[in-house]
């Protein structure tokens, strides 16, 4: 099976051109293509991973195969360019295949009856199968540039994606926005890679380590702190961390699988992924680390916030990812990559099926407002309760899948001796059981608050929720078992033993958060209103977003734009203006010249006499050395 | 047969054009297919070139010489290297889809296909010149109906704009004859130089000019190539001109002919006076990032589409002098590859608002919106433009600007961090254009606009399908252009001296 992997990213290529070239005029037949090239796929990440776990293939001695991509040459004391495109197999990458894969089926397969009826509904598959690919090849990278090759496909089906309603002015600037902000994160991280070339003479991953491995790199510590800070600008984009965060929330505007697969396994993955694989270089300097868990721990915590307050399902669904990212970058930056992975993990089935479901919703009830749903527990029941098995798998409740992941998280940034982000985390735990149980009691429960006639989605969107509701309830447990941490580490296996203290006190916040939402919303024991009001400056900062889209905002329409236009008169007035006026000085200089150029005769017969004149009195004029005496 | 290939490539258009002259005016169909025919004779010659060129063997090839004027040293010689050959490629490419953009011409389509191919046969004249005398003879063939053809078929203050192009373009080029007259002397003296009279580009860059000859030469050079490139701030003819040309003299004008000035940069300036270009090279890292930012800042406020393009131009070619301005290997191979990148590129885009403005009769972004509906298919290909332009992996371009970058971070490295970020505003006018002209909510005001269709189309598939199959496999391109790179990088490393700055 090995020896087939280049072709898991390969297989959705195919079907994206076949849809594109062939077969856009036949919806079904269009379908099919996208499915029979995400199941291939899907079938040989499996068997990968099978192989992976019998022929004990580990981190430290991956399975790699290349070919030549790009061969410039290097002449005098400056770099060539040498790019390959590889397969990188190893339980790290395995795993993630397996998750893209499996997840990416099950949307497409939700898809079919979600976007059931939809005009572009050829288009919408061919930008799936794209949209795998472009994650695939990231995946399965050997190297950074392959991986940036990846990295920026995805950006573009993202953009392709969100904007897929361009017909709506609010989708089309969403999509802008993700594509631009992520763009301010790419510019990093190219100019990151390119200095990690100059400096290391290679992009790929098992060079890079082994020259850092040996010692020998000759890499400055500030050349170090630089790279891995510019690198880390691109996850800070494509994973959303504070400040790069904006784009995500408003990624809502797509339809709501690309919602759940973006959340899930495709977009926001990326950046976790890539801190994961480069770690040896994020690892080589200890402020990079700590920028990258700070950045993380207050990403988890305002994302958390934000949640808090907020009406749109689909709006709370993605403050919550925001969180759960902080919580995995925040990981990997206190130097467990194994907490951070296996976080990724869990929470990719849990999210993905925590948006099919709202996507279910949605699809009932026409509406994204919680405060127009109510009820709906009795008309859905499978939605209903699958959502609540996401709700109480995100909110870290023994022994559903987030439980572990989580356990891991707060067990590694303790271990680390990072305190204060421990408190930091274990808080968010409480406030994400708080939102997202808020969420189930308005909308799921209670008397229906609007006219809405909800009623079961059909078996095209239930199945795949059901399906995901198993991996969301065992694949915690089940990597556990599978031992994860000797899989998926970075210098030396991690087995963390369950620390019941710290297990504790997480359910403890947990099961707080769940009961305060039971009160408050359920039972209706304090007036939310009332605490609106009394709470204003707080519930209006955070409703707001902290007014971080108006800053932005502001700057581009004014610095950016005001740039821009300062570019543009100058260009037209002074630069233009100073050539314009050398045209217009000579020509004017030629107006003036023009009055010798009279045509009439008499007045050249005068100037030819007089300039005889002239030369006469000049010959006879002795001190101008004339020759008449 | 090999010898006479280059001779075909640029005869076939002037063979066109008197083919065409005999034809009457009103048989509109066999005139523009006669232009497509002969101009396809170009494309197939220089596909054959591309595969008949030995990269294993380097250097000049394929090459053709006829002595003119002994006593002068003069020769018509031709022969292309792994600099020139995509260069033709580009030509052929361009101005054979420049045909089929220019398919509902209507207004003296006779005189017009003329002009055109006149102009372009001077085009393939220059890239495969050997002999810096038909070098810049040929440059003045492709300038001259560059006048006309704006002048005539232009819009929007087409006389302003066809006499300032050719002002400008005239005074770059009296820089280059200075220099030229210059080299031909200096290489002719017995003592310092060659002792025989010679305009043999590879034989004048053989003489040792002194230094000081250098900086005075290469400074010409730079202004004069600087003109046509356009390096800042000389470049205020190129949005004018882009904006005023009929579309397939805007292709042939930003996809080509301002590569010339790159290509004269490289060809004569760069092997001709390595150390008088290691001395001006800093000012020109400094010019051209100011170029790549500031074009790009001036795009993003444009208000008609063709300015948008045409300030996009102005900000890639800075990408351009970039590339040259690092004078090492990967940095000039990143120039010239941006210069195939960039031609088609930019053809693409010229040739997509000329099927608009056709049918919409205006270029204003703030009149259109929800285009996608209408046209999906011009949609998708101002996409895969969009993003070429905006560098995105898997398109030429991307390949292209990661070499430069790679080559210059290393020499200037806050000028290429400058530079660089032009990627972060190129991406942001790119996309603020595809949201106001292509999405939104459909606009019935342009319901009967019709989506390119039939021949309408031929430009758009060929050049996009050049960028993305050069894009996924640029070693078909790269490796030719570094084999003709490498010996120039090793002269550059070898003669040095320092910068101005």
Redesign the interface.
Known sequence: MLELAWLIPIFPLIAYTLIIFLTKKSKSISVAVALAGIVASLVISIGVLVETIQKGITMAEPFEVAV?????????K????NIDMGILIDPLSAVMMFVVTSIATLVIIYSVGYMHGDPGFSRYFAYMSLFAFSMLLLVIANNFFEM??GW??VG?CS?LLI?FW????S???A??KA??TN??G??GF??GI??L??NFGTFNFGEISRIIGDGASGVGAAILTLISLLIFAGPMAKSAQFPLHVWLPDAMEGPTPVSSILHAATMVAAGVYLLARGFVLFNESTETLLFIAYIGGITAFIAASFALVQRDIKRILAYSTLSQLGYMVMVIGVGSITAGMFHLTTHAFFKCMLFLGAGSVIHAVHTQDIFEMGGLSKKMPITTWTFIIGALALAGIFPLSGFWSKDEILLATHQAGFTGLYWLATLVAGMTAFYMFRLIFIAFFGEKRTDHHAHESSPWMTVPLIILAFFAVFSGWGLVKMGYGSMVFFGHPHHGEINLGIALISTVFALGGIVLAWLIYYRKIVDTDLMKQRFRPIYNLLWNKLYIDEIYEWLFDKV??G???L??QC?RKV??G??DGL?DTVRHTGGWMRFMQTGSLQNYALVIFGAIVIIVLLMATPVLGGVIR | MASALLAIIILAPIAGALTILFIPEKEDVIIKSTAAFFTFISLAASVAAYFMYDVAKGGMQLVLEIPWVNEFGIKFSLGVDGISLPLILLTSIVIFTGVFASWDMQHRIKEFFIFLLVLVSGVFGVFASRDLFFFYLFFEVAVIPMYILIGVWGSTRKEYAAM?LT??LLVGSAFVLIGAIAMFLYGADPVKGLGYRTFDIASLAQVQFDPAFQKFAFFLMMIGFGFLVPM??L??WSPDGHVAAPTAVSMLHAGVLMKLGGYGLIRVGLACFPEGAHYWAPLIATLCCVNAT?GA??A???KDLKFVIGYSSVSHMGYVLLGISAM???GI?GAVAQMFAHGIMTALFFAIVGNIYNKAHTRMIAEFG?L??QMPRVAYSFLIAG?AS?G???LYN??AE??I???A???YPVRA?IS??A???T??YV??V??RV?????NPRWDDLKDARGVEIVPFIILSGTLILFGVF??LL??MI?NG??PL??KL?TFKMGGIF
Not at chain 2, 438 to 442: Q, V
């Open positions: 030549k991509w790009l061969r410039l040459s290097a002449i005098d400056y770099t060539g360019l940036f090759f920026e496909l573009l953009y904007g361009f017909e709506k002015p989708a089309a600037k999509a802008n594509f631009i763009r301010w790419d510019f190219m100019l390119i200095l070339y100059i950016m734009l740039v821009a236009w570019c543009n260009d630069v233009d100073i050539a045209g | 300032k002002l400008y800042w701030p470049h205020t500031y800042f001036v993003m406020v444009q090492n290997a990967v191979d929800g996608a509906h993003l905006l995105l992996p898997g991307f390949v990661f070499a970058f790679m080559g971070i290393q020499v961090f660089v970020f990627i972060v505003i991406a942001i996309l603020r595809m949201m292509f999405f939104g909510p459909r640029p070693d790269m490796n570094d790179v490498v990088a090793e490393a």
